[in-house]
């Protein structure tokens, strides 16, 4: 639906630069292109069709998508066609009119007052876009322009120049690969000329025969030999018919790696001039966009094992701390959620979390948090993978890297609720079934494990009486948790 709406607003943003308006817009002057695009069929256009009816739909059918003020009689205006382009969007989506009454008239005064249905869970940007289009008052309506440069539509538009700049870049193999089509055709033509000869030399044959008893069994011989002939012809012939519906299969496979691979080196980029910068920024917020509450471990593995996870750290590590964005630091956060433990494990390294942990000394909370949230959602993963009442098989990369220290001091510097919470279920989480030697630490993390037990949030709650259960195995952290009265439960297991 991001293409479609893309293509859409494109469309309808070039009629408008050109002075025009199409007044009568509604599904069926769409329609798809052999590319696939969205395009809008220009004898829609008034200024185009003169006197003429519309012979895309009925005047009944039109007026299901006039904005409010056309159906009060005021004349088409470019923001008119942004109200009828929101309608048509919202029903795409839902499969039905979003202000559908129970009569027809019904209908047409809900589109004038701006009442609609209740709409199906769409993506909160998408669905931002859509509500300012379908404002009932015209100038709160933004132009065609205005919503292609909003972020959710700028992040579609790189993604459209990338995949003309990737076809562009292997035209030549197209276009090698139409010759051979070609050639290939000329040979299929040639072969079947020939196999029209031999039908001809094999009913004249048959002929012969049948008037020569006496050479029958050379000829008979002979048209066998030419029948073998034939099928191989034929064999042949099925063979590059094949191969020519085939062509283009490769290229097609290659587009997605070609995009991948393409995107890590402009991260890898070491020169940090402004428009590298930005070029870097663009990348992050289309990796966003791609992967942001979506679960699809397959694309999630194919980007981490393309290098792009190892591309972000290398950002994280070489680029100036003031010059990191929250798209960066988002981008490796949705690398990590949602998605399966699987696909988390394939970043653990201590160089991931020394990369993160860098993090942690930026101006900008968001960051931060993504930062600590990317390293929680690992570390998670190892404490899943294996025995509870075993060490956690990540505490060595920590401990050697002096990271477990630098969770400590983020957690101690109070940054707000969320970072301090995320910071001590990873130390509650890497201790487990293991002594914390350093009694500040196991006062203080102890002592906060403990008051999260009785957060307003269940699943805060359950990641703190977890913690504390596993770090109950040993009994110096036991005796620090049960001080107070405090009961260990042990019917809960963290997330």
Known sequence: MQRVMFCALSGISFIHSQGLVVGELCPEVFFISEDGTIKIDTLCLPQIRGNEKSTHATTDSIMLYCAPEVQLGEKPTMR?????????????????????????????????????????????????????????????????????????????????????????EILDDLRNAEYRMLMAEERVMQHSEENRTLAQRIKA?????????????????????????????????????????????????????????????????????????QRKDEICQIIVEHFDRKENDQMRKYAIESGIGEALLQLFVKQPLESIKRCNSKAFFVLTHPCSDRQRLLLCSGHTFMSLARLFDHREFDVIDDAITSIHNIVAAGTDASPDDQPHPHFDIFSQNNIIEKIYTLFARNLNKRIKDRAVVCIGQLFRAREMNDQKMRIDIIGYLKILTKDADEKIRNNAEWALKRLAQCSGNRNEIEKGGYVIMYDKKGD
């Open 205 to 277: 044959l048959e002929r012969q025969r049948s008037q020569d008893g006496a050479k029958s069994r050379a000829q008979e011989s002979q048209i066998k030999n030419y029948l073998k002939k034939s099928r191989t012809i034929q064999k042949s012939r099925d063979e590059m018919m094949m191969n020519i519906l085939n062509l283009n299969e490769t290229e097609k496979k290659q587009i997605d790696q070609l995009i991948w691979n393409e995107w890590k080196a402009e991260l890898l980029k070491e020169d940090n001039n402004a428009e590298t910068l």
């Open 80 to 168: 008119s066609d942004i109200w009828s382009l929101g309608v048509i969007i919202l029903e795409g989506m839902s499969n039905h009119h979003p202000f559908k009454g129970s009569t027809r008239e019904e209908t047409l005064m809900n589109m004038k007052m701006g009442r609609f249905n209740a709409i199906m869970p769409i993506p909160q940007d998408v669905g931002e876009l859509i509500m300012k289009m379908i404002q009932v008052e015209p100038n709160k309506r933004p132009s065609a322009s205005d919503l292609l440069k909003t972020t959710f539509m700028k992040a579609q538009s790189i993604i459209e120049q990338k995949k003309l700049k990737t076809k562009g």
